[in-house]
């Protein structure tokens, strides 16, 4: 049931405790922090509200009439109680700002989190702080969008071509797909370049459906042959760029992949790009939450300011 309007503020218990514990004005103030006078006004309108003289003003300070003496003692329990709910509200704010579910595309949760989540502690480190902990779990975008919406997890990290509705999100990163193919391949030994025509007839190695890597691929193709543009179906559906890139060593057939996942392939040649000059393959990384444009305050806003601005 609600409380009557004669039920004063817990400020008020606090500071008529502590002139029941000093014995006057004077040293409630003084150990509170406050002037006698503001202590005076607020003992003067607590009686108010109750209705009841708690305390006699005499020579020698204040003294409790019998009435006080119990409101006192009430006062100790309901400051006690209210420091307990004070104290465990702090823990569970230091939790919330410490631990934090993170799903993240596999792109980015195997090329650029494990950098941004070490840079995290170091810094922190230096600080003489300890970072946010973070749980983190890969997958692909669309699965990435359904755990935040869903609430499974606090935070996401997708790659799809385009912000999704209903969520506030920002730029972390920039990557572009790469056409890989094995060294020797056809493709690297013609004199013109692949078109974007040849490349959507080509059977690919490719991720799932609705992968991050998959969408931005066909959007790229529909920018430059329109949105009906029929797609070869896949030589193999992957799940994982580890896999990919694995099925394209084995002459499985060209992919398009993050040019993160494969540059060290490519810088030792295990790999070759192929380029088609046609294709925007540019694409962004975004960060996805629940609500608006401003990230949630605590561990995620900690975690994205780091990895935005270091």
Do not use: Y
Not at 108 to 136: F, K, N, T, Y
Not at 173 to 187: R, S, T
Not at 246 to 265: C, E, K, T, W
Not at 267 to 294: H, N
């Amino acid at each position: 049931m609600p409380l009557s309007s004669r039920m004063p503020e817990l400020a008020s218990f606090e500071i008529f405790l502590a002139i029941a514990q000093t014995g006057s004005l004077g040293g409630a103030a003084r150990e509170l922090g406050l002037t006698q006078q503001a202590v005076s006004k607020r003992l003067a309108a607590m009686e108010a509200q109750v209705g009841v003289t708690l305390a006699a003003r005499t020579t020698r300070g204040s003294q409790l009439t019998p009435a006080g003496v119990v409101v006192a003692e009430w006062a100790a329990r309901l400051l006690d109680v209210a420091s307990e709910v004070d104290a465990g509200l702090g823990a569970l704010r230091k939790e919330g700002r410490e631990r934090i579910k993170v799903v993240a595309s596999q792109t980015i949760a195997e090329q650029l989190m494990p950098h941004w989540l070490l840079s995290l502690q170091d810094a922190a480190r230096r600080r003489g702080d300890s970072a946010p902990q973070v749980i983190l779990t890969a997958t692909n975008s669309e699965h990435a969008i359904a755990a935040v919406r869903g609430g499974t997890a606090d935070l996401g990290f997708v790659e799809n071509p385009g912000p999704p509705k209903g969520l506030g999100s920002c730029v972390v990163g920039h990557d572009e797909l790469v056409i890989v193919v094995p060294p020797g391949h056809k493709w690297t030994r013609r004199a013109h370049p692949v078109s974007a025509g040849e490349l959507a007839q080509t059977p690919l190695v490719t991720r799932e459906p609705r992968s991050g890597i998959r969408d931005s691929l066909t959007v790229a193709l529909r920018q430059v042959l329109g949105d009906d543009v029929r797609q070869a179906p896949p030589v193999l559906e992957l799940s994982s760029a580890a896999a990919m890139r694995a099925a394209v060593l084995a002459g499985a057939g060209p992919a398009a992949m993050s040019r993160l996942a494969v540059a060290d392939d490519l810088a030792v040649g295990r790999l070759s790009a192929v380029p088609v000059p046609e294709l925007d393959l540019r694409r962004q990384f975004r960060a996805i939450w629940v609500g608006g444009r401003t990230p949630p305050a605590g561990a995620i806003r900690e975690l994205l300011s780091h990895i935005r601005f270091g």
